[in-house]
């Protein structure tokens, strides 16, 4: 029998996994991009640099839509989830979500330091920014991964 208060939950957390890399990086991306800003009235030449330092919180909306996709799969595949099974899927969404848009955030600030660092090292710190940021999308890639072992757990 199909529960559609149980199904919208499974749907509702794919789009909390979503809406978490979104927020995260809005967050990221202004983060970065004011160093940016800042970074460009000293040198302009950097643009190029600061365009892509800047973009790499936008990863965590690739993730959380990943995630999200899973989770439409899984609720198409079952429809004969109940409420249980549905708070499962919000627990697991939510829980993707926070780990999405702290990751995010936490991308852009390691991005704005580099950025911020961009004119006095004439550039030559923009590949150590980008090795250093892998360890904040950890948090990321971590959650897409736990959340597809947890759903699939669920049954």
């Known amino acids: 029998m199909t529960d559609p208060i149980a199904q919208g939950l ?25 160093a940016g800003t800042a970074a460009m009235t000293e040198d302009p030449q950097q643009f190029k640099k600061i365009l892509l330092l800047a973009a790499l919180p936008m990863a965590q909306i690739f993730f959380g839509l990943v995630i999200m996709l899973n989770f439409i799969i899984y609720v198409n595949n079952h429809p004969d989830i109940d409420i249980m099974r549905g708070l499962a899927l919000l ?5 993707a979500g926070v780990a999405q848009a702290y990751s995010a955030k936490k991308l852009g600030d390691v991005c704005a330091a580099g950025i911020a660092e961009l004119p006095r090292t004439k550039g030559k710190i923009t590949l150590n920014t980008m090795i250093l940021t892998v360890y904040a999308g950890l948090i990321g890639i971590l959650a897409l991964a736990l959340s597809f072992m947890a759903i699939s757990l669920i049954g």
């Open 10 to 34: 499974g749907y509702a957390g794919g789009v909390m996994a979503l809406i978490g890399g979104l927020y995260g990086a809005s967050i990221g991306i202004g983060l970065a991009g004011s």
């Open 91 to 95: 627990s697991i969404g939510f829980m």
